[in-house]
């Protein structure tokens, strides 16, 4: 195997807007009405989807590929 990413993940329809303060880390959040999106992974990787709820109280996925 090559030295690319091996994992890809798509946002179909984004309105992005930077979710932290400190402009040099490269995480970001997603605010928007209606969200679609597509992950792609090689086949030597898992992936595991995993409910929980946020502080907020907010249902959720969190998604990983390994």
């Not at 402009?23 to 992950?39: D, G, W």
Request: proline letters at 3%; charged letters at 25%.
């Amino acid at each position: 195997m090559g030295l690319g990413h091996h994992i890809a993940f798509r946002i179909l329809q984004k309105s992005w807007t930077a979710g932290i303060k400190d402009p040099s880390k490269a995480n970001y959040t997603v605010a928007q009405k209606r969200f679609e999106a597509e992950l792609t992974w090689q086949d030597n990787k898992e992936a595991k989807m995993i409910p929980f709820v946020n502080e907020q109280g907010h249902n959720g996925i969190r998604l990983i590929v390994e």
